[in-house]
Nanobody, 127 residues
C-alpha cells in the first residue's frame, strides 16, 4: 500500500525554523518526483518545492526561495523540507506528494500534479 506521511509541523514564531518530513512506504522515493504544496484557509493550493531523482532536479517557488531547502534521505525513504526564517504568510497545511514516471519518462520539476498525497501537517507562524 502506497502511503506518504508528513510530520514536523507546529507553531513557531516568525524568524524561527521547522523541518518537515515526508516518509514514504509502498514505493521508493528515489524513482519518484516529490513535491511539497501548501494551502492556507481560503486560499488555493500553491507549490512550495520539488525534488526529482537527481540533485540538479530541484525547484523552489519564488515565495520560499532562499529560505527553504528540500533534500532526500534514500536510506530512510524520506524527503525533508527545511524551512528557515519563517514568516506568518508561510502558515498553511503542508502536503507532500509523489509522482511516479512511466517507463522511459523523465519528470522535471516543478510539478503541478501528483499520483499520491499525504494527509498534511499544519504549520503556524506567529508574528
Amino acid at each position: 500500500q502506497v502511503q506518504l506521511v508528513e510530520s514536523g509541523g507546529g507553531l513557531v514564531q516568525a524568524g524561527e525554523s521547522l523541518r518537515l518530513s515526508c516518509a514514504a512506504s509502498g514505493f521508493t522515493l528515489d524513482y519518484s518526483v516529490i513535491s511539497w504544496f501548501r494551502q492556507a484557509p481560503g486560499k488555493e493550493r500553491e507549490g512550495v518545492s520539488c525534488i526529482g531523482n537527481s540533485d540538479d532536479n530541484i525547484y523552489y517557488w519564488d515565495s520560499v526561495k532562499g529560505r527553504f531547502s528540500i533534500s532526500r534521505d534514500s536510506d530512510k525513504n524520506t524527503v525533508f523540507l527545511q524551512m528557515n526564517n519563517l514568516k506568518p504568510e508561510d502558515s498553511a497545511v503542508y502536503y507532500c506528494a509523489a509522482e511516479t514516471p512511466s517507463i522511459g519518462e523523465t519528470l522535471i520539476c516543478p510539478r503541478l500534479r501528483a499520483d499520491y498525497w499525504g494527509q498534511g501537517t499544519q504549520v503556524t507562524v506567529s508574528s
